[in-house]
């Protein structure tokens, strides 16, 4: 045989095997962006992802945690540099702020091809298009809302049925019962109930429900303004704070964090305490893990209304939504569209992590239908009111709300076997009023520079 036709014809296969490799579509990264949300934030990330790289074999999801301390300003950095991501974890407060500074893409084009803007919880929708927006820029991934838990052997020791807190006079006079019963569970009296606030975060999302169910809020309906001293807004605070001054939530408390409080009531030392959803999934797989039930606890609606009115609550959470520089936009909103629309993805996440899911249809599953709790979390869901969609609210929640009360904390604590401060109490919510009145105007003031320019 011909030299040269021996080598071509033993040479053929490998020429046809690097043409083949050569027209390989290479794969499309997406980078995500997302917070420490579970215990493992990325192995549980990866395991959600898993079903979307088998159906698009062309995308790879590269992950990324950030931390809740450095976050925001790491986002900031990455949208004036136009070097982020392609799909941003955008906690519900800051979608506002990036919008602003134009960080994230319009999504109006998509959202209804995919459907309607209804897909997503009533006050979760509030977030999508924040205020002074043409654009919806990101949409609802999980909702983080705060139940009430209840001390079963408690209750059932002075025969009440949880079912009868209907409203928060209903709450006060089981608690004023508790207290008068001085019950007694391994040897220690059993607090009422309990609340952290001088040195925990949460502070504003604990007064947000009494609020809000006061029909009061913090700022005006056309958020021109403070509404910090509307007779409803204060009604609700003051209701708050006097479960300290009435002897139910102890003052030992007003020292304590979230994880403090929480452990009390695991240690069966508080009746009532308001936590995150993810608490009932802790208790549960405490249990697993001891073989016993651990607590047996229940959890209602915070009873946070007036006799004869609904409750409306504290709702908070997270969106997801496409940084403006990326270069692979089909494939960020494919990975958009898998991660916020589909109820299986919903579902599952809502399992790993302990928050709800932000899509309507997730909670027509049997788990949420047919499990007491589930319900519970459900009906707080639909009741929610999230914090005013304005780039502005991240200053008056930290700077000014978060700072002022845990002042008023700090007198209230001081305070403690003397004559209850109102006085002090009263001078810190105007000093608060007058503080996000000066932020509004400051921002009125930058809005109204850049149109003239």
């Not at 698009?56 to 450095?70: A, C, H, M, Q, Y």
């Not at 508790?178 to 604990?206: E, F, L, Q, R």
């Given at each position: 045989m011909n030299r040269f036709l021996l080598f071509f014809l033993l040479t053929l296969p490998l020429f046809f095997f690097c043409s083949c490799k050569e027209k390989t579509v290479p794969e499309k990264v997406v980078s995500l962006w997302i917070f420490n949300n579970t215990p493992k934030p990325l192995d549980d990330m990866n395991k959600i992802l898993k079903d979307f790289h088998v159906e698009?074999?062309?995308?790879?999801?590269?992950?990324?945690?950030?931390?809740?301390?450095?976050g925001f300003s790491k986002i900031v950095l990455a949208?004036?540099?136009?070097?982020?991501p392609d799909i941003i974890q955008v906690p519900s407060t800051w979608a506002a702020s990036l919008t602003d500074i134009g960080a994230l893409i319009s999504l109006d084009s998509v959202v209804q091809i995919w459907g309607n803007p209804n897909l997503f919880i009533a006050g979760s929708r509030e977030t999508m298009r924040p205020k002074n927006?043409?654009?919806i820029t990101s949409l609802p991934w999980f909702l983080d809302v705060r139940p009430f838990y209840y001390n079963k052997k408690v209750l059932n020791s002075i025969e009440i049925d949880p079912t009868s807190i209907k409203s928060r006079e209903d709450f006060v006079h089981i608690l004023q019962k508790?207290?008068?019963?001085?019950?007694?569970?391994?040897?220690?009296?059993?607090?009422?109930?309990?609340?952290?606030?001088?040195?925990?975060?949460?502070?504003?999302?604990?007064f947000a429900p009494w609020i809000f169910s006061a029909n009061g809020s913090f700022l005006s309906e056309d958020l021109s303004k403070s509404n910090l001293l509307d007779s409803n807004t204060l009604n609700g605070i003051y209701f708050y704070l006097d479960f300290v001054r009435n002897g139910y939530n102890d003052y030992s408390n007003l020292d304590k964090t979230t994880a403090g409080v929480s452990t009390d009531f695991d240690q069966e030392r508080t009746a009532f305490i308001g936590e995150t959803t993810s608490k009932s999934m802790y208790l549960k797989n405490q249990t697993l893990l001891q073989g016993t039930s651990v607590l047996e606890y229940g959890c209602i609606t915070p009873p946070t209304a007036k006799r004869g009115t609904e409750g409306k609550y504290f709702l908070g959470g997270s969106n997801l939504g496409v940084f403006s520089s990326t270069n692979v936009k089909r494939e960020s909103l494919t990975l958009l569209r898998y991660l916020t629309t589909q109820s299986d993805v919903?579902?599952?996440?809502?399992?790993?992590?302990?928050?709800?899911?932000a899509l309507s249809e997730t909670y027509n599953l049997s788990y949420f239908s047919e499990n007491q709790i589930q319900q519970v979390?459900?009906?707080?869901?639909?009741k929610g009111v999230s914090y005013p969609a304005v780039s502005f609210w991240g200053a008056i929640e930290t700077d000014v709300l978060t700072k002022r009360f845990n002042n008023i904390f700090n007198i209230i604590a001081n305070s403690e076997g003397k004559q209850w401060p109102k006085n002090q109490i009263d001078a810190e919510l105007r000093a608060a009023d007058r503080e996000i009145n000066n932020i509004i105007s400051k921002n009125s003031s930058k809005k109204h520079s850049k149109e003239i320019l």
């Open positions: 698009n074999p062309g995308i790879k999801v590269e992950v990324t945690i950030l931390d809740w301390g450095s949208a004036a540099t136009r070097n982020g927006s043409a654009n508790i207290k008068d019963s001085k019950i007694s569970i391994n040897g220690k009296t059993v607090s009422p109930m309990a609340y952290p606030a001088k040195n925990d975060w949460n502070v504003v999302h604990n919903q579902f599952q996440f809502s399992r790993i992590s302990g928050f709800l899911p979390f459900q009906k707080i869901v639909e």
